[in-house]
């Protein structure tokens, strides 16, 4: 009797913060959408947080289950944790199905998470590493770790130089590189990535060939690395995966209905929506500023403020506000930005909301505060010019009158016709890209039938050469 052919069951385990679980688990649909198994490994305290239909969510350990990263408070702790309970805990996760008659075939893992390839070779299957950010990024800091680009990068050797990139002056540069010594750690994850990375079997980004052509082709010099994105719910792109209109994961719990019934009766393009995601806080000092920007500028906005954040606001504001802004604690960001009284998405530039605002055509304002966020902005701005980045005074604020200048300039200025066509133009090639046949589709479509078909062992992204160039 011939033994029917398991199906290719892929565990996909992100990095446990939003801007990181939801790249991963759109990933993980439309492997699902293509015939493949899909499973999440999540921690303890995110795993209450994931619901998609047709995949399951499994829970490992980082050492700190009850708080997660909150409970740890310091970086190298947190991540040396996770490295030992998870490696023992995704262990034992292979191990139970192994014996459950749905073998995993591969494990798709966050790069912040090297040790996840130790794992999946010690038992034997297939390891797909998958870079949340930017090809630009990406690119950028591999160079580091191959010992190409030195740190910490000298005012005389500015702008700098990486082959793919518009030349990066100190405003553009990510802060772990700006200033190496004020994020050791976070500087030594980003550099860990690559420890590794030339014994996975596949190394994914989520990004688009057309969007960052130039950088993908040189990156492929050291790495041999597949756009497969954007990773954008299907409902905001191709429309091939049935009612994916969310990621199916919230730490937060959306107040959607409050913002569509505020956005009602609105006219089109005339709202600037501002949000500077899960993490990122402005100063009381730079606070103030946008507020009474938003406000001077005369146009209607919508402004997602995290709870915390409400008490830099200055007193009376919401008073002052009420006829033309509304603030909200937190709300569905494609919902909005697929909105058609949107106008202008006032952004920190985070890689997700970079890509959102990319796949659904809408200007931007970029006021990036750390890490990636400054290299973003810098390519929404003078590369895709889908945008404008406020200048920073000495103190690193942006003051009132920079941002109104710039909200006028995408919104009603001479350029917002260009920069608006821009938008939509990438908002096409994001659709074209993810859709039957389109770039990304076809990387998508390559692993999942080499996962299928492939005997184990023989897959490695570096030693298969001649299929990645």
Known sequence: MVQEKLNAHVVVLPYPG??????????AKRLVSKG?????????????????????????SDGFDEGGFAQARNVSLFLNSFRINGSET???LIDKFQHSGSPI?????????????????????????????????????????HGMLELPVKE?????????????????????????ESYPAYLAMKLSQFSNVNKADWIFMNTFEALESQVVKNMLQLMPA???GPTVPSAYL????????????SLWRPLGEECMEWLKGKSPQSVVYVSFGSMVSLTAEGMEEMAWGLKESGMSFLWVLREPEHSKMPKGYREAIKEKGLIVTWCNQLELLAHQAIGCFVTH????????GLSLGVPMVGVPQWADQLTDAKFVEDVWEVGVRPKEDEKGVVRKQELVKCLKEVMEGKRSQDIRRNANKWKVMAREAIDEGGSSDKNINDFVNRLKNADKGKVNAYSNGHSYH
Request: contains cysteine; neutral net charge; hydrophobic residues 40%.
């Open 226 to 228: 597949k756009p497969i």
């Open 105 to 145: 075939t591969c494990i798709v893992y966050d790069s912040f998470l090297p040790w996840a390839l130790d794992v999946a070779k010690k038992h034997g299957i297939y390891g797909a590493a998958f870079f949340t950010n930017s090809a630009a990024v990406c690119s950028t800091f591999c160079r580091i770790s």
């Open 90 to 92: 995704l262990s034992q």
């Open 18 to 27: 939003q801007g990181h679980i939801n790249p991963l688990l759109q990933f």
């Open 238 to 249: 191709d429309g091939r995966i049935g009612d994916d209109k969310g990621y199916g994961a």
């Open 36 to 60: 493949v198994k899909a499973t999440i490994a999540t921690t303890h305290y995110t795993v209450k947080s994931i619901a998609a239909p047709n995949i399951a969510v499994e829970a490992i």
């Open 349 to 356: 530039c985070g890689w997700n909301s970079t890509l959102e």
């Open 156 to 180: 005389e050797d500015l702008p700098l130089i990486v082959p793919g990139l518009p030349p990066l002056n100190c405003q553009d540069l990510p802060s772990f590189i700006r200033l190496p």
